[in-house]
């Protein structure tokens, strides 16, 4: 392997910079050639390389987003855009692929190396931690904490009027931010994909809560929660349910994609650069480099992408008992 390119695909995470710098630098090291692609799947398409060197990545550890820029390409969906991808690959000599993205971008590099035998590393990068064969995710760690920070700011105001907050926090269809970020905030009740406690239940206690002396209260709800309502739905049921708290909703969006990324994030992030860079020069291809249990390890891509065997039970038990 004498050429590899790199490229950050998807929604953005906070820490991909830091990726992307620990991979053109472990080139570096590794005297091998770095090429960044701008734009995703869509730069691989379009022919949009630039030749990356140890000082091109200076001064980005710090910085969220992704300098190389992201996108979620329709084109590569298709079998055409791989197959242009392929030829402007081919043409600027590249040996081999680091994707640094979630599961859609593992999903476009597994068909890349099947179609076309083009050998491709996955890394995984995004907020959502819902990647198979991976403890965690870069972007992650930053995403809880800015959640965490938020919610503090929502329950200075929620206990002031004596509100109940539902505060909808992102994580597609798992409920890792959800979950995590409810335990720290301190939620009383949190609505998470892979456990669906129905409004019910969510209702009974909430007026239990209620009951107990509380005067306000935070409900985190993960976007992909099962409830069957949207957040303002809910809203609007708890409100016709509740009648002793003033209901308020708040979606915090994208700002759990932006920000300095965490320290742990930087330092996952250089690991898993640097692993990806190697894993290539140890010959490995198809494959996905992940954290466990605080060693770098790889996973292949098919594993990365199939269904993540999570346990969410002990920490929902711990929100049960520390919500009370
Ligand atoms: O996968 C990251 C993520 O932020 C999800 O949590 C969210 O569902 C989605 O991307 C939002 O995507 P977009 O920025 O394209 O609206």
Do not use: W
Request: negative net charge.
């Amino acid at each position: 392997v004498k050429n590899i390119a790199v490229l950050t695909s998807g929604g953005d995470a906070p820490g991909m910079n830091a990726a992307i710098r620990a991979v053109v630098r472990a080139c570096s090291y590794y005297e091998v050639n770095c090429f960044g692609v701008y734009k995703g799947y869509e730069g691989l398409i379009d022919n949009d390389f630039t030749q990356l060197n140890a000082r091109s990545v200076r001064n980005i550890i710090n910085k969220g987003g992704t300098f190389l820029k992201s996108a979620r390409s329709k084109e590569f969906r298709t079998k055409d855009g791989r197959q242009k991808a392929y030829v402007n690959l081919k043409e600027n000599s590249i040996d081999a692929l680091i994707v640094i993205g979630g599961d859609g971008s593992f999903t476009g590099a597994l068909k890349l190396s099947e179609e076309f035998d083009f050998p491709v590393v996955g890394i995984p990068g995004t907020i959502d931690n819902d990647i198979n064969g991976t403890d965690y995710t870069i972007g992650y760690d930053t995403a809880l904490n800015t959640v965490v920070e938020a919610i503090d700011k929502i329950r200075d105001t929620a206990s002031s009027h004596n509100r109940l907050f539902l505060i909808e926090v992102m994580g597609r269809d798992a409920g890792d931010i959800a979950l995590n970020s409810g335990i720290g905030a301190g939620a009383e009740e949190i609505l998470i994909p892979e456990e669906d406690m129905g409004v019910d239940r969510l209702i009974d206690s909430l007026k239990k809560s209620e009951k107990s002396g509380k005067t306000s209260s935070i409900i985190v709800v993960a976007e992909g929660d099962k409830s069957g309502k949207n957040i303002f739905e809910l809203g609007e049921y708890v409100k016709e349910k509740l009648d002793g708290y003033d209901v308020r909703v708040s979606v915090l969006g994208h700002i759990q994609r932006g920000g300095s990324p965490s320290c742990f994030d930087r330092v996952l992030a250089s690991k898993l650069g640097v692993g990806a860079v190697e894993a290539l020069l140890e010959g490995l291809q198809d494959v996905m480099i992940g954290i466990v249990h605080k060693n770098v390890t790889t996973v292949p891509l098919k594993t990365a992408l199939s269904k993540r065997i999570h346990k969410h039970d002990r920490l929902i038990k711990v929100a049960d008992i520390t919500s009370v």
